[in-house]
């Protein structure tokens, strides 16, 4: 098969790199590439056990929810008992279709358990609690990708949850504080994270990509003023906070790249301002960030994401301002002039790097 | 063949299962071209930069305009819009530009026609409703789409076309139920289909059309999908309509022709749709049948689901290996 010439390849190279001290399971990793390469059978083999999966999971709980409504202790065990027969089940599982129930089932468990106690009158605030510490429990047990996938969503929704619950909108900067550092830190040391032990390797991408989606939905909060509470002021506040780890961030590229004295001071005056005119912003500067993490660290889905959020962000930011649509042209034709400007002063230095 | 690059999956499996330090596993990232190097964002901020320039810009002239609107003479409107798709026709006539290019300007003119016609209608208050709007664009792109040779802007034709007779039978024709409208979709597309493939049967290059057929096919499956499914749910106080049987038979045709083309041209992708698309009939038919107790029928349908799904994709799964066996 053509992923073991490649992987072949590639830890010949690592031997002669680094010689006797490497030691390398070599059956491990070819079991889990084959595995790998098992489990992509062509996208529309994939789509059909993904919708088959959905089709028949819906199907399945609205069986359960029919029977189950009058009775909260057991939408409660019920839901416990599915989530950790989903947990269990999907560590022996290979199959697709199994897999999209599973994962389907397990996600519906969360509804069932929060349904539950919500009809015992728990309180919001131990809801979410319970929710948050079955997510991280899951994120311990196992190591499947969706499943620590929707864990970190979990999480993060109950951490914005205790914001809503409580009317403390003033905490939503703590939370993009959280969420922008930690999915930095999180892109900046990888290797560092990867190599520390297997289990951290295998839930790596699961976890980033995790709290990618969840600063982007924190972002889109910040962002779009039909799901901004009326109640959170001062929202430049987060602005500086996002700012500030995407200056660090644009640190750690520039130290990476090696760079010139003065090329370095041209990224960080150019940064500077672009980042500067985000102030008010979150959501455009969050997406920039993202943009510059992704792309650093060659993470495709990040990049994409990341620009695409880029560009909603920035065209809903102007559909919201308040100024009529003269001014608002005047704006953006200056901004464009600007970039043309940037774009024209560096064209020959870009130039000499892309042909290096 | 060894030289290729290593994917970020496999030196994460690789450092998984040994004692490769995070320096290292660092540096092969950078070597394999993972992780971006100087050169890399050079160009990405070129890209940026002239990217946003221009987005900007335009965007602000849209404004502009869009500001302007209401104080514009009619004529002026009209001008603009009307320059505009000339020009876009002129240059994909006679610039010296790519084929593909030229062929993506001919689509884009083909919006600005319909921006035309609305712009027209605006003006002059006409008092024509969306029906002969799309009536109208249909026919005005219908030349080009055949010209044009280009699979984008059939798929846009399509669409209009799709649009049309949908609007036809809301608007001004007679009010055909689901099962009608949607079998007449149905056929509709499917001719379409039929058409494109005789059309360009002598071209080499086949991949466009196959491209376009297999989308126009996914609209086609969902149309007959829908017309029978709705023809299936009626209530106690609707009578099964007419065309039930007509479009259970199309189905049975149309599908067990796409069926014996995709085993001779060893295309999955019709073999994924139609088993999806009767699967689908087959529950809302088990839904139907057992009205009264939903909870049983629901924990029945999702049995049923499972196993179909199961014996369909292992069947796929097998039938992809016979075919693709010396890859």
Redesign the interface.
């Known amino acids: 098969m053509q992923t073991n010439n490649h992987t072949d390849g590639l830890i010949e190279r690592l031997s002669e790199l680094h010689g006797e001290e490497l030691a390398i399971n070599r059956e491990a990793i070819d079991k889990e590439l084959a595995a790998d390469a098992e489990a992509y059978q062509g996208l529309g083999i994939k789509l059909l056990s993904i919708g088959g999966g959905l089709l028949a999971t819906f199907f399945f709980l609205g069986f359960v929810g029919l029977v189950l409504t009058q009775a909260s202790e057991a939408s409660i065990f019920v839901g416990l008992l599915i989530m950790a027969g989903a947990i269990w089940l999907n560590k022996t599982s290979t199959n697709t279709i199994l897999d999209t129930v599973l994962i389907s089932s397990y996600l519906a468990s969360f509804g069932m358990i929060a349904f539950g106690m919500v009809q015992l009158h728990v309180d919001a605030n131990a809801i979410a609690t319970v929710l948050l510490i079955l997510a991280v429990i899951t994120c311990v047990v196992t190591s499947g990708y969706m499943h620590n996938f929707f864990s970190v969503l979990v999480a993060s929704g109950c951490l914005f949850a205790f914001v809503l619950i409580n009317d403390a909108y003033e905490i939503t900067h703590l939370l993009t504080l959280l969420l922008a550092w930690s999915y930095a830190w999180m892109c900046l040391n990888e290797t560092d994270l990867i190599a520390q032990n297997p289990q951290l390797n295998a839930r790596y991408m699961a976890l980033r990509n995790g709290l990618l989606f969840s600063f982007i939905a924190i972002l889109a909060y910040l962002g779009v003023a039909d799901f901004r509470s009326s109640s959170l002021q001062d929202n430049f506040i987060s602005g500086l906070i996002i700012i500030a780890v995407t200056a660090f961030v644009l640190y750690a590229i520039v130290r990476a790249l090696a760079l010139r004295a003065k090329d370095k001071l041209m990224v960080y005056v150019l940064g500077g301002i672009l980042l500067a005119s985000t102030v008010f912003a979150p959501a455009i500067c969050g997406a920039l960030l993202i943009v510059f993490l992704s792309f650093h660290t060659g993470h495709r889905t990040g990049i994409a994401a990341g620009l695409v959020a880029l560009v909603y962000f920035t065209g809903q930011y102007y559909y919201d301002l308040s100024y009529t649509l003269l001014i608002k042209s005047e704006i953006m034709m200056a901004s464009g002039a600007l970039f043309f400007l940037a774009w024209f002063i560096l064209k020959k230095q870009l130039k000499r790097y892309e042909q290096n | ?6 994917t ?19 540096r ?2 950078r070597e394999e ?14 890209v940026a ?2 990217g ?13 305009f ?2 302007n609107w209401h104080n514009l003479h009619k004529f002026a409107k009209l001008g603009i819009v009307q320059g505009l798709v000339i020009t876009g026709v002129l240059v994909s006539l006679f610039a010296n530009l790519k084929p593909v290019v030229k062929k993506l300007i001919l689509t884009g003119v083909s919006f600005l026609v319909g921006l035309l016609f609305a712009v027209f209608g605006q003006i002059y208050q006409t008092g024509a409703g969306t029906y002969d709007f799309f009536l109208g664009w249909s026919v005005f792109i219908f030349i080009w789409a055949i010209v044009a040779e280009f699979a984008p802007l059939w798929l846009v034709l399509t669409l209009l076309i799709n649009t049309t007779i949908v609007l036809y039978s809301e608007q001004v024709g007679p009010s055909w139920s689901a099962t009608t409208l949607c079998l007449i979709l149905f056929a509709l597309n499917v001719a379409i289909i039929a058409l494109a493939q005789w059309f360009y049967r002598n071209y080499a290059d086949k991949v466009p059309v196959i491209l376009f057929s297999k989308i126009v096919a996914l609209a086609a499956a969902g149309c007959i999908t829908i017309s029978i499914v709705s023809g299936i749910s009626v209530n106690y106080y609707q009578a099964t309509p007419d065309t039930l049987w007509p479009a259970l038979l199309s189905m049975v045709l149309v599908y067990g022709f796409a069926a014996n083309y995709s085993v001779r041209n060893k295309s ?2 019709y073999l ?1 749709i139609i088993p ?1 698309s009767i ?1 689908i009939i087959i ?1 809302s038919w088990i839904m139907n049948l057992f009205r009264e107790d ?3 029928t ?2 029945l ?2 049995i049923f ?2 196993f ?3 014996v ?2 292992n069947t ?2 097998t039938l ?1 290996k016979t075919w693709h066996a010396n890859q």
């Open positions: 063949m060894e030289n290729q690059r290593a970020r999956k496999q030196i994460h499996i690789i450092s998984r299962y040994s004692n490769w330090h995070a320096a290292g596993i660092k092969t990232l071209g993972i992780y971006a190097d100087k050169a890399k964002w050079a160009k990405f901020i070129d930069l002239l946003l320039g221009i987005a900007f810009a335009v965007a602000g002239i849209i404004f502009f869009a500001f999955l992708y994924c999806l699967i529950t939903s909870g049983g629901f924990f349908i999702a689901v499972v179909s799904i199961t369909l994709v796929l799964i992809n």
